[in-house]
Structures are given as structure tokens and as C-alpha cells.
């Protein structure tokens, strides 16, 4: 049985969890405040979810998500995501993360960041695009016609085809965006950010097919400064 690890478990990082759980993985929940602060989420989410450190949580997982803010990457733990498919959902946001001159001015992804702090994982960067509300409304089985597509970006191929298995089995279908160095072309406030389903106020959304993803990747322009 498959174990996923998050280290993050919050609005979206527990969207994950909740869709994980229903595809019949094992969850190992993590946050910065303790296990202890998420025993409620695992009561509700049921028996095959849990609570542990951040540590223990990348330790558990097969593949492991991490979820958190920006300013939150150095506490990210290292030595147990060594070698494994580390999702990450994160975007970079000054007024929440402070400014961090490298993704000010675009001279790396907030992606190639994480990897400077967990630089043996094989990361794929996924989920920072959609809404968790959207997320979860939007999951869909394999097949269904109005299925949503999520690009995904990284420089792993074995990681990206564990992350794609991993995606399918909770819902959605993929556009892959390429290697990491280009994973700003989802990035906040990118055509494909949140836009193709639909507005916050809708929170059942709408479905993002193949073609509309793989057109706002391609409209996207790179962000110089913040
Ligand atoms: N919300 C969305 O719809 C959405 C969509 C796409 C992408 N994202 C991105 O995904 C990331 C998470 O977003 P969110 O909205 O889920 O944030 P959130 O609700 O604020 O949750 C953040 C989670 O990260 C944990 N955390 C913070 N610092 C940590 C640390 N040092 N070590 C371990 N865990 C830590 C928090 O734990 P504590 O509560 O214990 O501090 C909390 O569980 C962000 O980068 C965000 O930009 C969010």
C-alpha cells in the first residue's frame, strides 16, 4: 500500500490528503504546530490517515507533498526526501513569505528553491495552480469526460510518471509543463493560475481540459519582478 507524506496540512495540503485517502492511500499528516494540532483532520479523514512531524511524515511517504508557505522551504527536512517524488505545491508570495531577491527577480523558480533546500529529491512541481475548493470539486475518474487536466513540471522522468500515477489515481489528468526551470509558466498570476476553473465565488468550478491548459502555458509570460 502506498503512503503519502504531507508536510503541510493545511487549506490544500488536506484537499490532497481528503482526495488521497478516498483513492485508498495511506496519509501521514504534518504541520509546524505539532501532531497533536491535527487530530481533529485525522478523526474526520478516518482510519487510514495519521499525524507525525514533518520529518516523520517525509520518512513515511513513498511520495511526499509538500505544501507550505515559501518563507517555510528551510525547515523543509532534507535527509528523509533523499531519492523520493516530492510534490510541491507552493507559490511564492512576498506579502505572506517576505521577499526573497531570487524569486523577486525571477532568477530562479520558487521550485529550483525548494530543490536548494532538499536537493536530493526529485521534485515535481503540482496542485499550485488550482484552488483547494476547486480541487476538491473538480476530481473526476479516470475516463469521465469532464475530467480537469493540472500541468505539472520537473526534471525527473521517473519522479514525474510516480507523481502522474499519483495525480490519476486522485482525479485529474496532467499537461506536462517541462523541466523545473520552466515551472514558472504556472506560477502565480500565469494564465494558467486558477483561471481555467473558474472563479473563487464558483466553488464547485468548472473543468480545465487538455487544450485550455496547454494554451495558457503557452500564453504565459515570465514575471520580471515583484
Ligand atoms: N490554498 C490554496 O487553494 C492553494 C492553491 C494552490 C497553491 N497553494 C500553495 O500551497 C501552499 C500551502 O497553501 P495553503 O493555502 O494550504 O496554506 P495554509 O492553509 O496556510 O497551510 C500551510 C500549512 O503549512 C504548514 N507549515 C507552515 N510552516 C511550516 C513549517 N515550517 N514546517 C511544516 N509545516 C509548516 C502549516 O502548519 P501550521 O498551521 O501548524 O503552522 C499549515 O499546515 C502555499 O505555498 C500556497 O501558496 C495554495
Given amino acids: 500500500m502506498t ?3 504531507i508536510i503541510g496540512s493545511g487549506q490544500l495540503g488536506s484537499a ?3 482526495l488521497a485517502i478516498e483513492a485508498g492511500y495511506q496519509v501521514v499528516l504534518s504541520n509546524s504546530r505539532g501532531p497533536e494540532t491535527l487530530a481533529d483532520t485525522v478523526a474526520e479523514l478516518g482510519p487510514r490517515a495519521s499525524a507525525a512531524t514533518s520529518r516523520e511524515a517525509a520518512a513515511a511517504g513513498d511520495i511526499v507533498v509538500v505544501s507550505v508557505p515559501v518563507k517555510a522551504f528551510p525547515d523543509v527536512p532534507a535527509a528523509p526526501l533523499a ?3 516530492v ?3 507552493c507559490n511564492y508570495g512576498p506579502e505572506r513569505d517576505g521577499h526573497i531577491p531570487e524569486l523577486d527577480s525571477s532568477s530562479l523558480t520558487s521550485s529550483e528553491l525548494l530543490l536548494r533546500y532538499i536537493p536530493d529529491a526529485l521534485i515535481v512541481k503540482a496542485f499550485n495552480n488550482i484552488f483547494f475548493k476547486h480541487l476538491l470539486s473538480l476530481a473526476r475518474p479516470a475516463g469521465a469526460p ?7 513540471a520537473g526534471d525527473s522522468a521517473p519522479a514525474k510518471a510516480a507523481a502522474i500515477e499519483f495525480i490519476d489515481s486522485i482525479g485529474y489528468s496532467v499537461v506536462d509543463a517541462g523541466p523545473l526551470v520552466d515551472s514558472w509558466r504556472q506560477a502565480t498570476g500565469t494564465p494558467v493560475w486558477g483561471t481555467p476553473y473558474g472563479p473563487y465565488s464558483n466553488e464547485k468550478g468548472q473543468p480545465g481540459g487538455a487544450d485550455a491548459i496547454r494554451a495558457a502555458l503557452a500564453t504565459a509570460t515570465r514575471r520580471p519582478t515583484y
Avoid: E, F, M, Q
Fill in 3 to 5: 503512503t503519502v507524506g
Fill in 16 to 18: 490532497i490528503a481528503r
Fill in 83 to 85: 531519492g523520493k517524488t
Fill in 87 to 89: 510534490i510541491d505545491t
Fill in 146 to 152: 469532464d475530467r480537469s487536466y493540472l500541468p505539472i
